[in-house]
């Protein structure tokens, strides 16, 4: 079965540190699209990171210089280091599997699995 | 405010039809794929309509997605108490180079 289960989160203080891991199941991380999207207390879903297959990655000009996404191919685990923390990343972080097609040798993308969530609040 | 343009409430009777739509631009919906999100309360996302108006397997065919231009909608027919929910549509911008998403829609069966 396929299946991503997040974990890391916590209560840290502004300008703290915290890893978010992702353990995946039932496919392999390095093969694939995986992001991270995040939902602020009562708003709505916002994209964090992105790693591609070959290991370039891409970020949300709110979080660029202070995350660091990166993967673990020995555990099959997806990570995002975050430094700096700030009040507004306070959210609930879903890692999310990318998926690729292709139609008339144009792709298109869309993510179609998700984990449940681990919660980070940053507050002193 | 998000990139993606989507009203933050509908509401119907059950039975009945209701659309959701998201407005966007030449450089994410225009051209590129729209996905649909279905988010019940306290749970994680999940895939409802991919590539426009894609269905995975596993979601019931009263759900249908449609795109024009730099707008794209989702129907959902017949509606039941259980499609009370946040729905979001999603594209990737290929000017940003990120994924964008609408603020989201939340549906109250009346």
């Known amino acids: 079965e396929v299946q991503l289960v997040e974990s890391g989160g916590d209560l840290i203080q502004p300008r703290g540190s915290l890893r978010l891991s992702c353990a995946a199941s039932g496919f392999t991380v390095t093969t694939n699209y995986m992001n991270w999207v995040r939902q602020a207390p009562g708003k709505g879903l916002e994209w964090v990171s992105l790693i591609y297959p070959g290991g370039s990655t891409a970020y949300a000009d709110s979080v660029k210089g202070r995350f660091t996404i990166s993967r673990d191919s020995s555990s099959n685990t997806l990570y995002l280091q975050m430094n700096a923390l700030k009040a507004e990343d306070t959210a609930v972080y879903y890692c999310a599997r990318q998926r690729r097609g292709a139609v008339a040798g144009k792709p298109y993308h869309y993510m179609d699995v998700w984990g449940r969530g681990t919660t980070v609040t940053v507050s002193s | 405010q998000s990139v993606l343009t989507q009203p933050p409430s509908v509401s119907e009777a059950p039975g009945q039809r209701v659309t959701i739509s998201c407005s966007g631009s030449?450089?994410?919906?225009?051209?590129?794929?729209v996905n649909w999100y279905r988010q019940l309360p306290g749970e994680a996302p999940k895939l409802l309509i991919y590539y426009d108006n894609l269905l995975p397997s596993g979601v019931s065919d009263r759900f249908s997605g449609s795109k024009s231009d730099t707008s794209a909608s989702l129907a959902i027919s017949g509606l039941q108490s259980e499609d009370e929910a946040d729905y979001y549509c999603?594209?990737?911008?290929?000017?940003?180079?990120?994924?964008?998403f609408g603020g989201g829609t939340k549906l109250t069966v009346l």
């Open positions: 999603a594209s990737w911008d290929d000017n940003l180079d990120v994924w964008v």
């Open positions: 030449s450089s994410n919906i225009g051209n590129t794929a």
